[in-house]
């Protein structure tokens, strides 16, 4: 009886419910941005115990291009969320929202996974390769799903 009185709360207030589903997906979004992260930390750790072995002086200019290339996808993955973020309207803020994480997250995932490999796999470069770790966690730590989303969206 308390459930289907709730349920009757919650479809007269439409309002809480869209929260309540929006916190739902904000939620499973963290979620998955912060294994994303443990996974690509767990990459660069491990990366680091045999890196020592792989110097290849005629490979050293992947070094560069790689952090380029993750420079570069993580720039797009802020603007990509921002264009994202701006079609999400009331009908499909659930899936939208969610691919408006997921897809900028993917983004930051792979160049820092080619960072990081091409740096501690290919040729030896701690340098690079923390800088492009730190550039990717920083871009997807920004991406995150914030509280004031909300209130952005203007339900």
Same mark, same amino acid.
């Given at each position: 009886?308390?459930?289907?009185?709730t349920?009757?709360l919650?479809?007269?207030?439409?309002?809480?419910?869209?929260?309540?589903?929006?916190?739902?997906?904000?939620?499973?979004?963290?979620?998955?941005?912060?294994?994303?992260?443990?996974?690509m930390?767990?990459?660069?750790?491990?990366?680091?115990?045999?890196?020592?072995?792989?110097?290849?002086?005629? *490979?050293?200019?992947? %070094?560069?291009?790689s952090?380029?290339?993750?420079a570069? #996808?993580?720039? &797009? !993955? =802020?603007?990509?969320?921002?264009?994202?973020?701006?079609?999400?309207?009331?009908?499909?803020?659930?899936?939208?929202?969610?691919?408006?994480?997921?897809?900028?997250?993917?983004?930051?995932?792979?160049?820092?996974l080619?960072?990081?490999?091409?740096? *501690?796999?290919?040729? %030896?470069?701690?340098?690079?390769?923390?800088?492009?770790? #730190?550039?990717? &966690? !920083? =871009?997807?730590?920004?991406?995150?799903?914030?509280?004031?989303?909300?209130?952005?969206?203007?339900?």
């Amino acid at each position: 009886m308390l459930n289907l009185f709730t349920n009757k709360l919650f479809i007269m207030n439409d309002n809480a419910v869209k929260e309540i589903d929006l916190l739902f997906v904000a939620r499973r979004t963290r979620f998955l941005g912060i294994a994303i992260l443990v996974g690509m930390f767990l990459v660069f750790v491990f990366g680091l115990f045999v890196s020592y072995q792989n110097v290849n002086e005629e *490979l050293a200019y992947i %070094n560069l291009y790689s952090f380029i290339f993750c420079a570069v #996808l993580c720039g &797009a !993955a =802020v603007l990509l969320k921002r264009i994202m973020f701006a079609k999400i309207n009331r009908q499909n803020f659930a899936n939208q929202y969610f691919n408006a994480h997921v897809i900028p997250f993917a983004l930051c995932d792979l160049g820092g996974l080619v960072c990081i490999m091409s740096n *501690l796999f290919v040729n %030896n470069n701690i340098i690079y390769a923390a800088a492009g770790f #730190l550039l990717t &966690a !920083a =871009v997807m730590i920004y991406n995150f799903p914030k509280d004031s989303d909300y209130s952005r969206l203007g339900f």
